[in-house]
């Protein structure tokens, strides 16, 4: 049978490992390493490559057991990933099941939840392959018209035509419609209806930012895509996905599908719109900017009851410069809600506009959308940001209008939806807090707890935005970085290399949690300690001094920065606090000016019993970079010097029954991170030295 597993594409190690799992049931690294007489430098390469092809699973227990995948379902994913080998497979397939049978392998239930990268568009597409031959109920997919397209090119949807049971499963999918892909919607549809599929599509209303694509299985598994969705995504050879079977993040991705699918307009329905431009009678496109635009204040002017905007970034700014208008509807008795992404350009708009009426964030939109009374709907385009500009203000051209009540009604409901789930702007923004520290992200924001008895904080020794050449200077640091040894990693100089993020986050009530802020790091192997995926939680929470954001706990999956930061992070309840979680249990990925960080098991908090459930959080950059440069001096005596290239970001953060949406005020994304810290020599000499600083 090795030899059969070798002849298939496993290598000589592969082969031995997953034989030896499937005889034996799971097991720990250290029952296979010694029944293989294999040492760990050749172990764990093997499990990590069998993981990465979704060939071997781990537990997120500690010591982790892995077991093997049942071979029925590996024999699928060669056959499916390697396609010219496929033919000669397949028609193996039936003597080599034979022979796997007649070693009576047992099966056993795998129950523990479980994080998975698959790279690669191959392995990709073999897993949704997978994923849909397994299907019972449902399979519900975000995506875009031309990944549908590829999807179809790659046999797919020859796997659903072919199900067992494709007459009771329910196909869902979400993707934006537009006049240069309706035609190969309607193709792919008109073959789903002829292999008598249950499938279902839904364009999403108000042309909101979805989530990057996904697939979700029985809510059940679920396919997570860290590069973000535009309209022309599909799946790339280089691609990098994360699958789990994590039942709490599962529902949380469901949630997201769920909420965009209400809010959807049927593709039918949405095909016939942009076909005709008239959904309705009372409905139709003004294509002349000026008559749309007069038609457009003449409706705000006579409003009586209520006017509901959503906007852009620089919309509000618009209307913050109609303040007497707006006053006007406040004397009338109307009621004004207004959405819009609250970004650092915006916010002193925003607080002025707070006074006289009512605002809150929403996630970046490429549709405004204003409903006057109830009866008058307005939709025009805004232009798509870029990595560098925000959004500029709508388009008027080719405004759409309708009076049709039924259609207003609709998207005032979905309106307040996003309401309901929308927050009001915070004054106090990750700037507020990070004063006076300047424009840099720190790990210890102003006025820590570090005990009840006392406060401290870290003195900045000094603070030097860069210059227009440091971006470049920091890159080049960083891809000519030597890694510093150091024989003891608690009390040696330290370098770390990474990408990091900070998030201010205002919970839902129900989480019975005070608002918090979360500190990212994704560090590079090359630094001291070595690879390794890191939060670092601080609870609003009150001091001696007043209310501030306290350091709660650091979660890592790093033993040796663990011990770091125990140290920088001593007298604060976030050095007593320490989680070490596998690496099955945490995951942060980057891509691009979007970092993704998702944990499968609750987090325990000070003070107790706080806990932060298993969920995720997207924070994406925008804006123009910049560059900075800061000494700190902690009260523990150590000393970091830090360079960063940094942008201003949005936060997102998922939770099974919510999906919180924080403005651009309260995220940064440090895309280049450079960190020296070097320990204290004597407590007298570095309590000296922060006496002379705060002094000077």
């Not at 004004?336 to 964030?361: D, G, S, T, W």
């Not at 090359?526 to 890191?534: L, N, V």
């Not at 953060?653 to 450079?674: A, E, L, Q």
């Amino acid at each position: 049978m090795l030899k059969t597993l070798i002849d298939i594409g496993f290598s000589q190690a592969d082969a031995q490992v997953y034989l030896f799992l499937s005889r034996k049931g799971p097991q720990k690294g250290r029952a296979i390493s010694k029944a293989l007489n294999m040492n760990k430098q050749q172990l764990y390469p093997c499990l990590k490559n069998l993981q990465n092809k979704g060939i071997v699973n781990a537990t997120i227990e500690f010591p982790a057991r892995f077991s093997a995948v049942p071979f029925e379902k590996v024999l699928d994913l060669f056959i499916r990933a390697k396609m010219e080998e496929a033919q000669r497979i397949q028609q193996s397939r039936e003597r080599i099941l034979s022979d796997w049978q007649s070693i009576a392998i047992g099966e056993t239930e795998e129950t523990s939840a479980k994080f998975t990268v698959l790279k690669g568009r191959g392995t990709i597409y073999s897993k949704i392959q997978q994923m849909i031959l397994e299907t019972k109920n449902q399979v519900s997919i975000i995506t875009t018209v031309p990944g549908l397209m590829q999807a179809e090119q790659r046999g797919i949807f020859d796997v659903t035509f072919s199900h067992p049971l494709k007459s009771k499963i329910q196909f869902r999918f979400l993707a934006e419609l537009s006049e240069q892909n309706v035609n190969i919607m309607k193709t792919l549809f008109k073959a789903t209806a002829n292999a008598k599929l249950n499938v279902a599509g839904r364009n999403p209303d108000l042309g909101l930012k979805l989530f990057p694509q996904m697939i979700i299985r029985d809510e059940e598994e679920a396919l997570f895509f860290v590069r973000p969705k535009t309209e022309a995504s599909i799946i790339e050879p280089d691609d990098v996905c994360l699958w789990t079977d994590c039942k709490t993040l599962v529902q949380a991705f469901t949630v997201v599908f769920e909420e965009l699918w209400q809010n959807g307009t049927d593709v039918g329905k949405k095909i016939v719109e942009i076909e005709t431009g008239k959904p309705t009678p009372k409905t139709y496109v003004i294509t002349d900017a000026k008559t749309a635009e007069k038609k457009y204040d003449e409706t705000l002017q006579s409003a009586k009851e209520e006017i509901v905007i959503m906007t852009s970034s620089k919309g509000l700014i618009e209307i913050w410069k109609q303040m007497p208008l707006v006053e006007k509807w406040r004397h009338n008795g109307v009621s004004v809600k207004i959405m819009a992404p609250i970004v650092h350009e915006n916010f002193e708009a925003a607080e002025q506009l707070l006074r006289i009426c009512e605002v809150k964030h929403a996630p970046v939109n490429y549709l405004g959308t204003t409903v006057v009374d109830g009866k008058h709907l307005f939709q025009f385009k805004t232009r798509s940001p870029d990595q560098k500009k925000l959004e500029s203000t709508p388009h008027f051209e080719n405004t759409f209008y309708t009076s049709d009540l039924e259609y207003v009604e609709k998207t005032r409901n979905t309106l307040n939806d996003v309401w309901k789930n929308a927050h009001t702007p915070s004054s106090v923004t990750l700037e507020s807090i990070l004063v006076p520290y300047g424009p840099t992200l720190t790990p210890l924001p102003k006025n820590i707890l570090p005990t009840r008895e006392r406060t401290s904080d870290a003195t900045i020794t000094n603070v030097k935005p860069l210059g227009a050449t440091a971006e470049k200077e920091i890159l080049n640091k960083i891809m000519n970085a030597r890694k510093i040894q150091a024989k003891n990693h608690s009390n040696g100089i330290k370098r770390m290399y990474a990408t990091v993020a900070t998030a201010i986050i205002h919970p839902p009530d129900y989480l019975k949690l005070p608002d918090m802020m979360i500190f990212v790091q994704k560090v590079e192997k090359h630094s001291t300690t070595g690879a390794e995926d890191a939060l670092i939680i601080f609870l609003w929470l009150e001091t001696p001094t007043g209310y501030a954001y306290v350091p709660v706990t650091n979660v890592t999956d790093n033993p040796k920065a663990q011990s770091v930061r125990q140290k920088l992070f001593a007298n604060t309840p976030a050095g007593q606090n320490s989680q070490l979680l596998k690496k099955d249990e945490i995951q942060i990925r980057v891509h691009g000016n979007t970092l993704f960080a998702g944990w499968t098991v609750p987090i325990p908090l000070y003070p107790p019993p706080y806990k932060l459930p298993p969920a995720f959080i997207l924070i994406e950059g925008y804006g123009e970079v910049k560059s900075t440069a800061i000494n700190l001096l902690y009260n523990s005596g150590y000393k970091s010097q830090i360079e960063e290239n940094y942008f201003d970001a949005f936060v997102t953060f998922f939770h099974p029954s919510s999906k919180y949406s924080g403005p651009g005020t309260d995220g940064r994304f440090v895309r280049d991170f450079i960190a020296t810290t070097t320990p204290p020599q004597t407590k007298a000499k570095a309590n000296l030295e922060i006496n002379l600083t705060r002094q000077s």
